[in-house]
Antibody
Framework: EVQLVQSGAEVKKPGESLRISCKGF????????ISWVRQMPGKGLEWMGR????????NYSPSFQGHVTISADKSISTAYLQWTSLKASDTAIYYC????????????WGQGTLVTVSS | SYELTQPPSVSVSPGQTASITCSGD??????VSWYQQRPGQSPVLVIY???KRPSGIPDRFSGSNSGNTATLTLSGTQVMDEADYYC?????????FGGGTKLTAL
């Protein structure tokens, strides 16, 4: 069974750094890209960027380029989303999703990681 | 930048047909997927490549895509179909989501 399991909720202060994770189970991790999607409270889905775990190549949405870093460790089937200096406006649920390049869709999603940034 | 536009809300009576639209420039030339998100849950893929259903998705969900508009149709809408629905397409190497449509069955 394909599963994406994300790390737990985080509470951070503005200016702090953070890395959240997404571990894939039940499929060949290097055969599918992983996307990260933000959902701010009460708002819609926003695609942040994606990584190809086979070679760690990345694409970012212009809206998020330079604000976050997406990385992966294929040896442990895990993708990461990282901030160096959090802002209150980063408060959101972050989802990872498997991108199926044949079907051109996000066919499996993680359970989401709630990140709260507050002083 | 490319944009996808959805109506904020659609209402339907249970048992009737609901249609949710997604508009974008020459959207018919792109592959569109649709996601259902129930409150407090992760999104679930319900339609890909415009009109294909993943396994496990009921056949009351269907999709079409032509011109500038993609449409998600729910035939015989059930109360359990109440959720937010998002369309998504790719523009170059960037995934674009529509703003979402809240489907209410009442």
């Amino acid at each position: 069974e394909v599963q994406l399991v994300q790390s737990g909720a985080e509470v951070k202060k503005p200016g702090e750094s953070l890395r959240i994770s997404c571990k894939g189970f039940g499929y060949s991790f290097t055969s599918y890209w992983i996307s990260w999607v933000r959902q701010m409270p009460g708002k819609g889905l926003e695609w942040m960027g994606r990584i190809d775990p086979s070679d760690s190549s990345t694409n970012y949405s212009p809206s998020f380029q330079g604000h976050v870093t997406i990385s992966a460790d294929k040896s442990i089937s895990t993708a990461y989303l990282q901030w160096t200096s959090l802002k209150a406006s980063d408060t959101a649920i972050y989802y990872c999703a498997r991108h199926n390049r044949v079907r051109l869709c996000h066919d499996y999603w993680g359970q989401g990681t709630l990140v709260t940034v507050s002083s | 930048s490319y944009e996808l536009t959805q109506p904020p809300s659609v209402s339907v009576s249970p048992g009737q047909t609901a249609s949710i639209t997604c508009s974008g420039d020459k959207l018919g030339d792109k592959y569109v997927s649709w996601y259902q998100q129930r409150p407090g849950q992760s999104p679930v893929l319900v339609i890909y490549q415009g009109n294909k259903r993943p396994s496990g998705i009921p056949d009351r969900f269907s999709g079409s895509n032509s011109g500038n508009t993609a449409t998600l149709t729910l035939s015989g809408t059930q109360v359990m179909d109440e959720a937010d629905y998002y369309c998504q397409a790719w523009d170059s190497s960037t995934a674009i989501f529509g703003g979402g449509t809240k489907l209410t069955a009442l």
